[in-house]
């Protein structure tokens, strides 16, 4: 039933490994992102993809490289780790965007911490 | 650009009072205007969202909100707070295509018994 799933819910790593976080909607939504909360809960969103074909890149390091299989999944990949990519990832998904009525649902949250 | 004020970092308020939670915006197109409250180590859950049709909308759990142009302001507003009303609430903004959405800061609602 679950509409924005997300694995792991928690992610505990260290310093320079690589880590995935995989993201999975049933809503048949086109557009899926990611977003990152940070410590102070400020959320800002990181890319965007709307049906396997990236949209938007918000000025995010290149260790970061998400990943559209199909439009039902967007993963989200890390490489070298650093202390300040601890914080709460997000995914969320939404339906196509002309006429307004749309709406944006997120996943749980994955919290990752980087020791 | 558009961007998202959300004037207060924490609001307090007694159970049974009003909640009132500010929001202004900016955007150079029509926006579409969202709050969303997270509960401690949860998701965002949707409240309600302004999509260019009526101006006051009604949302989840006794939550409202009124789109002021003038103003730029979306605020929320609850009748009579409850305890169960505790949370961070985000005002969010987007243009009509929804490519992503714009959040403010967070307001941490307090309430008091």
């Known amino acids: 039933d679950t509409a924005v799933s997300q694995t792991p819910k928690y992610l505990v790593t260290q310093m320079g490994n690589d880590k995935s976080i995989k993201c999975e909607q049933n809503l048949g939504h086109d557009t899926m992102y990611w977003y990152k909360q940070d410590s102070k809960k400020f959320l800002k969103i990181m890319f965007s993809?709307?049906?396997?074909?990236?949209?938007i890149n918000e000025t995010v390091p290149n260790r970061f490289s998400p990943k559209s299989p199909d439009k039902a999944h967007l993963n989200l990949h890390i490489n070298s780790l650093e202390l300040g990519d601890s914080a709460v990832y997000f995914c969320?998904?939404?339906?196509?965007?002309?006429?307004?009525?749309?709406?944006?649902?997120f996943g749980s949250g994955t919290r990752l911490t980087v020791v | 650009a558009q961007s998202v004020t959300q004037l207060g970092s924490h609001v307090s308020v007694s159970e049974g009072a009003l909640v009132l939670l500010r929001c202004n915006y900016s955007?150079?197109?029509?926006?579409?205007l969202f709050w969303y409250v997270q509960y401690p180590n949860q998701g965002l859950q949707l409240l309600l969202k302004?999509?260019?049709?009526?101006?006051l909308v009604k949302g989840i759990n006794g939550f409202e909100a009124e789109f002021k142009k003038s103003e730029t302001s979306f605020h929320l507003t609850k009748p009579s707070a409850h305890m169960s009303d505790a949370a961070e609430y985000f005002c969010?903004?987007?243009?009509?295509?929804?490519?992503?959405?714009?959040f403010g800061a967070g307001t941490i609602l307090r309430v008091k018994s």
């Open positions: 302004y999509t260019s049709a009526a101006t």
């Open positions: 969010a903004v987007s243009d009509e295509y929804g490519n992503k959405l714009v």
């Open positions: 993809y709307n049906n396997k074909e990236l949209i």
């Open positions: 969320a998904s939404s339906t196509p965007g002309t006429g307004g009525n749309y709406g944006y649902t």
């Open positions: 955007s150079s197109v029509p926006p579409y």
